[in-house]
């Protein structure tokens, strides 16, 4: 069994020097805006067979502005592989989200990942193309949430998980979730404020 490369990582504000350096150097948005997995909207594809297209909002779940912060954050606190994550550019800024999980490990340049193997962190420029924001409720309404291949971008944070964070000082597990849902629904049946 081989030994975990040591890493440090780095404060966020370095990080993102580093990423705006990037993206710069080759020719993309400086200017970023992050989204979360709430923010995410896969479409299937009129052009391509079982294809999907994919999109974001923030009008109907926006984040919150120390999200980023948050997010990074919790994954500095995990082992695990943090991403850079760049989606297309919208707009003339970068539409970005974090990732974290060690499905990355394994990822590299072939994958159109930069690996940063002292920080255990990884950079995905992406493509220059242009993202569309969904701003239509049916659509938003109507986006696919299962059966549809695993993606890259089923590790990214959860706004939910950011206001677990800040209400709870970390993020819940499924059975404490699970249980508060039940009071605040027995709380109401009650009439009591949740």
Request: aromatic share 12%.
């Amino acid at each position: 069994m081989s030994l975990p490369t040591p890493f440090n990582r780095p404060a966020l504000p370095e990080a993102l020097a580093a990423w705006k350096q990037l993206l710069t150097a080759r020719g993309l948005g400086a200017e970023m805006r992050w989204i979360f997995e709430e923010n995410l909207c896969f479409e299937k594809s009129r052009a391509a067979q079982g294809g999907f297209h994919l999109g974001f909002q923030t009008k109907f779940s926006p984040p919150p502005e120390d999200a980023l912060d948050l997010a990074f954050e919790h994954f500095c606190e995990t082992d695990k592989r943090m991403v850079f994550y760049r989606l297309g550019n919208h707009l003339g800024k970068s539409i970005c989200v974090l990732l974290c999980d060690p499905w990355f490990e394994t990822r590299g340049e072939a994958d159109g990942f930069l690996r940063r193997d002292e920080w255990r962190m990884s950079f995905h420029p992406g493509q220059t193309d242009e993202i569309e924001e969904i701003t239509d409720l049916g659509r938003w309404l109507r986006r696919v949430k299962h059966g549809r291949a695993f993606h890259d971008l089923d590790f990214s944070m959860t706004l939910a998980a950011i206001d677990e964070i800040k209400i709870h000082g970390r993020v819940l597990m499924p059975y404490e979730r699970f249980a508060s849902t039940m009071l605040n629904r027995l709380r109401r049946f009650l009439g009591q404020p949740a």
